[in-house]
């Protein structure tokens, strides 16, 4: 019970260090066996089955190369041309045939020799033929005469035999490069005792010794074919080979063709595949220390990993039971200081945990109480504002109307029309402006305005500025916030064809529907902005900063409180190419 009630009463920090550590021994050495048993047997097993399906495929393949090879032999073999030709005697056998056919045989041989896996197919055929010392594919038969490799075809019982260079004769041997050689009879097609001449279909060696070589998995692994006489058709330079070939053959009609064995005091995994259409047995040689090398690695990293992560996790446990209790008492004495009266947000060091949560609803509270302080000011003064707004809007129009008005009817009483044209169209214009005090007003009235702002502006500027409009009559009651346009314009023509060298220019503006938008576009054919203008144009609107442009940015804060962030002004121009304004709207 003593004890109980002294761990109750501990630091939250001293309690945070005691149980944590217990629980990290208990963790780390429960996940560390568990981690380590089922990964090795993972691994071993994958280990296996990687070695045995590589060896499974290098077989398959070399199979599918050995039936092209075969595929080739039969091809030629069989070709009733030649076996005509061959069985023709050759007093009947005019010169000119025999050269037709000669021709005709080399094209068939040269498209077969341009298969990848076909270095070079030699047929030997009777001396009396007059290509037969042709010495590229056409060879006299009476090079076999009395020679093994003649001996061993007779006996062997299959449709080809496989041959290395070591037992080829001297015309199918190549001096620069190492061959395996396919030979068979060329038969009669009516009499398959009769032979007319030998075929030998050549493979690369170093093929086979890349095909071969692909199956060995580990770093002291083995691969090799050989055949049934224990000679190494391909795979390393030089093997010790201590396995008879009656052992091979008997693991390899096993369900399982591998079988663990001592080998030269070492202790192997052997599998073996053997290649149909030859008599030869890929082998491939594993030594369990690298299939069981894997674990091993896994084994030491794990004792160690488990070993750093101990001393680390303790220390970093230290560290932050320190912290987080600090953290803690940190947001206390800011909570303290808030009922006195000072509202200032705690500092937070951008993490995540619990505490730092704390942290950031802390401070936002005392960001959304500041908030709502200062919008109770700023109401109060908007108020004030808007009744001093409200008493100018009952006496300023009223006062303005009425002293046009007056300079209206003098010019006409005085016989200047020109000015009582210029009054009557200010009167229209601030009439426009004021809007009877309403914030919205309609597409067409705007125009109606800027067509008026235009005309005093020409009436000023000797009529330099052309106005151009081109918009469906169907959009001129869309609602839009009022004296929307004329700034824009009145930018346009001070600060963009004012600016030019003639003072002189041209204003469009045309409409386009995008999406759900309406889009109205102002173009001026004025001096343009630097793309570093512009980018500032727009950047601030977004932005809502400050920037001179304070009547364009008015407009697009009164178009975005109105319709939504969606909508607002965007500019494009580049130096001396004028200005375009879009003016999205729904």
Known sequence: MR??????NMKLKNKLMLLNSLLILITLSTLSYTSYSQSSRTLNTEVLHSTKQLLSQTESFLSYKISKIIDVSDAIALDSNLNEMLSRPVSEYELSEQLRDFGNLTLNLSAFQRNDDIYRIRV???????????????????????????????YHSGKTLWITDEDAIESMRHPDVQTVHSIRFIRSLSELDVYFGLLDVDIREDVLNNIVRRSNTSVNGR??????????????????QSISQAELLAISKKDDPWQSIELNGEDVLVGVKMIEGTDWSLVSLVPLQDIYASSNKVRNQTLMIMTILAVVANLLLYWISSSQTKRIGMVIRKIRRVQSGELEPVKSDGRRDEVGELVENFNFMISRMKIILEDQYKLGQEAKNAELRALHSQINPHFLYNTLDLINWTAI??????????VHSLSQFYKLSLNKGEEVTTLGKELEHIQLYVDIQNRRFGNTIDLNMDL??????????????QPIIENA???????????????????????????LVIQDNGIGMSEGLVEQFNGS???????EGYG???????????FGPQYGLHFQSSPGEGTIVEIRLP
């Open 472 to 485: 469906d009559e169907a959009l001129l009651d869309c609602k839009m916030p009022k004296i929307t346009l």
């Open 223 to 240: 691969a090799y074919l050989q055949n049934s006489k224990g000679q190494i058709i391909a795979g390393l330079d030089s093997i010790q």
């Open 493 to 519: 023509i001070l600060h963009g064809i004012r600016e030019t060298e003639e003072r002189r220019g041209e204003i469009f503006i045309y409409s386009f529907s995008e999406a759900d938008c309406m889009v």
């Open 3 to 8: 004890m109980v009630n002294s761990f109750r």
């Open 413 to 422: 009483q005085h016989r200047v029309p020109d000015i009582s044209t210029l």
């Open 541 to 547: 609107m977004e932005s809502g900063g400050d920037w």
């Open 124 to 154: 030997y055929i009777p001396d009396q033929l007059v290509f037969s010392a042709e010495g590229m594919n056409f060879f006299p038969y009476s090079q076999f005469i009395d020679s093994k490799v003649l001996s061993d075809l007779s």
């Open 552 to 562: 364009i940015r008015n407009i697009n804060y009164r178009i975005k409180l109105l």
